[in-house]
């Protein structure tokens, strides 16, 4: 049956191990969205990724009934693995705790490409590197 | 019952990952919703998000004794974002709201719903059911047809015209198979279904066996075969418009003479090209329904 979208929505939730906690219930919630199906059709598709916080975007439908697609993992998460740092940086101005190289940003940005809104690789780029300096993480030639 | 803070921000769509990435510390992920979308009026499925409109990034952290710290951190975090070239972003707002059991709370909104003598019962409720009266059970899920569109309710209002009910009867684009259910509690002996999307193929299944009725249809995946192995005298194809001119020889092809199409899905302003295709296939209009922007026909095979 054809589908009429309402509206697009996305949820950043723990590979395998979604939950009716925030961020999904509340975020399906309010659409009157069945949560339950929800949960277990991502925590079904996503189980190989055990670790990751794998963002979903959810397309619902005029009457309720809903679609999803998993997308890559968070550009933050493929930062860290690039760098190697556990985490980001709490004061990202002053202290830094890992760098990436250009090409590793372009292998993220081509990575990422699709579900940034990017103009192009290099708008990408630009996005990648801002999130990783946000985190205290240097690009380097 | 467990409170929450609920934490939210504007963000440029440049800024969303790195937003995304500052409330992920709080450690339960975020959710992401454009402001805005685009749509294709030429196509009712082509939406997309505008990136130029701005998004909100929402998390939330228990509301309890740590939760000062968590805000103080996020909030820092994100007003050093403005320093690393990304596009704005908004100040960031905190609500605090109560868990009232999202995992059930999102069942509020739906009620049996009556259209002519059909009743649509989500599985968690009861519903007295009068004489004359044909209930169908159905949760809505991850196929369309949960009988709140005007479209699935017109077919369904059209369905009830169909007198005597032959059989099979055809749905081409089964969905959550409302229409294939609701024919067959309305007197069909048998249903084939088909639908391009696997998830639709196998809800219909699973719809067909929670009302008891698996053993009289077939649910099959893909398209409208060219050559029908045997025709029906009611066909029912709730698609788009463009989909609808696209099959209009095919959904010809396997009604009979005299026989029925029900058509659906049709956006008002494409109601004649779709009407243009399906009179040149061998149908005329009987019968039509107009619901806000949807059209629903009832044609005759000649």
């Not at chain 1, 004061?91 to 940003?105: D, F, I, S, Y």
């Given at each position: 049956m054809a589908k009429k979208i309402r509206t697009i929505l996305k949820v950043q939730a723990p590979a395998g191990k979604a939950t009716a906690a925030p961020p999904v219930g509340p975020a399906l919630g309010q659409h009157g969205i069945n949560i339950m199906e929800f949960i277990k059709a991502f925590n079904e598709r996503t189980a190989s990724q055990a670790g990751y916080v794998v963002p979903a975007e959810?397309?619902?439908?005029?009457?309720?009934?809903?679609?999803?697609?998993?997308?890559?993992?968070?550009a933050a998460a493929l930062l860290k693995r690039a760098a190697g740092v556990e985490a980001g940086s709490a004061q990202p101005n002053r202290e830094k705790v890992g760098r990436v190289t250009q090409a590793q940003l372009r292998e993220i940005a081509e990575t990422k490409m699709a579900d940034l809104n990017a103009n192009d690789v290099d708008?990408?780029?630009?996005?990648?590197?801002?999130t990783a300096r946000s985190m205290g993480i240097e690009v380097v030639a | 019952m467990a409170r929450w803070l609920e934490l939210t921000v504007e963000a440029n769509v440049e800024a969303v990952e790195a937003v995304s990435e500052i409330f992920g510390r709080l450690g339960r992920g975020a959710a992401v919703r454009p402001t805005r979308l685009i749509r294709?009026?030429?196509?009712?499925?082509?939406?997309?998000?505008?990136?130029?409109?701005?998004?909100?990034?929402?998390?939330?952290?228990?509301?309890?004794?740590?939760?000062?710290?968590?805000?103080?951190?996020?909030?820092?975090?994100?007003?050093?974002l403005q320093a690393f070239g990304l596009g704005p972003v908004g100040a960031l707002h905190?609500?605090?709201?109560?868990?009232?059991?999202?995992?059930?709370?999102?069942?509020a909104g739906y009620t049996p719903q009556r259209i002519g003598r059909v009743v649509i019962v989500p599985s968690w409720l009861d519903e007295p059911i009068a004489d004359g009266e044909v209930e169908l059970r159905l949760d809505p899920g991850m196929a369309f047809g949960t009988g709140l569109h005007p479209t699935t309710r017109g077919c369904l209002a059209l369905l009830q015209r169909v007198d005597p009910m032959p059989s099979p009867i055809l749905d081409v684009g089964c969905g959550s198979g409302i229409l294939a259910l609701a024919a067959l509690r309305l007197g069909a002996r048998r249903a084939i279904c088909?639908?391009?999307?696997?998830?639709?193929?196998?809800?219909?299944?699973?719809?067909?066996a929670a009302n008891a009725l698996a053993d009289r249809l077939e649910a099959r995946r893909g398209t409208l075969p060219a050559v029908p192995a045997e025709r029906v005298r009611l066909v029912m194809a709730n698609?788009?418009?463009?989909?609808?001119?696209?099959?209009?020889?095919?959904?010809?092809?396997?009604?009979?003479?005299?026989?029925?199409?029900?058509?659906?899905?049709?956006?008002a302003e494409r109601g004649e090209e779709v009407g243009s295709a399906l009179r040149a296939a061998g149908f005329v209009e009987r019968d039509r329904l107009e619901d806000g922007d949807w059209l629903t026909l009832g044609l005759e095979r000649t």
């Amino acid at each position: 049956m054809a589908k009429k979208i309402r509206t697009i929505l996305k949820v950043q939730a723990p590979a395998g191990k979604a939950t009716a906690a925030p961020p999904v219930g509340p975020a399906l919630g309010q659409h009157g969205i069945n949560i339950m199906e929800f949960i277990k059709a991502f925590n079904e598709r996503t189980a190989s990724q055990a670790g990751y916080v794998v963002p979903a975007e959810i397309t619902v439908f005029e009457d309720r009934s809903f679609s999803f697609v998993t997308k890559a993992p968070l550009a933050a998460a493929l930062l860290k693995r690039a760098a190697g740092v556990e985490a980001g940086s709490a004061q990202p101005n002053r202290e830094k705790v890992g760098r990436v190289t250009q090409a590793q940003l372009r292998e993220i940005a081509e990575t990422k490409m699709a579900d940034l809104n990017a103009n192009d690789v290099d708008h990408a780029m630009r996005i990648i590197a801002g999130t990783a300096r946000s985190m205290g993480i240097e690009v380097v030639a | 019952m467990a409170r929450w803070l609920e934490l939210t921000v504007e963000a440029n769509v440049e800024a969303v990952e790195a937003v995304s990435e500052i409330f992920g510390r709080l450690g339960r992920g975020a959710a992401v919703r454009p402001t805005r979308l685009i749509r294709d009026p030429r196509d009712e499925l082509a939406v997309r998000e505008d990136p130029s409109a701005p998004y909100l990034v929402t998390a939330h952290v228990p509301d309890d004794g740590d939760s000062a710290a968590a805000l103080e951190a996020t909030e820092r975090a994100l007003w050093h974002l403005q320093a690393f070239g990304l596009g704005p972003v908004g100040a960031l707002h905190v609500s605090s709201v109560e868990d009232s059991g999202w995992e059930a709370a999102w069942k509020a909104g739906y009620t049996p719903q009556r259209i002519g003598r059909v009743v649509i019962v989500p599985s968690w409720l009861d519903e007295p059911i009068a004489d004359g009266e044909v209930e169908l059970r159905l949760d809505p899920g991850m196929a369309f047809g949960t009988g709140l569109h005007p479209t699935t309710r017109g077919c369904l209002a059209l369905l009830q015209r169909v007198d005597p009910m032959p059989s099979p009867i055809l749905d081409v684009g089964c969905g959550s198979g409302i229409l294939a259910l609701a024919a067959l509690r309305l007197g069909a002996r048998r249903a084939i279904c088909y639908d391009t999307d696997p998830l639709a193929v196998a809800t219909t299944g699973a719809n067909a066996a929670a009302n008891a009725l698996a053993d009289r249809l077939e649910a099959r995946r893909g398209t409208l075969p060219a050559v029908p192995a045997e025709r029906v005298r009611l066909v029912m194809a709730n698609l788009v418009a463009a989909v609808l001119v696209e099959l209009a020889e095919r959904l010809a092809v396997h009604c009979r003479r005299g026989g029925t199409l029900i058509a659906s899905g049709i956006i008002a302003e494409r109601g004649e090209e779709v009407g243009s295709a399906l009179r040149a296939a061998g149908f005329v209009e009987r019968d039509r329904l107009e619901d806000g922007d949807w059209l629903t026909l009832g044609l005759e095979r000649t």
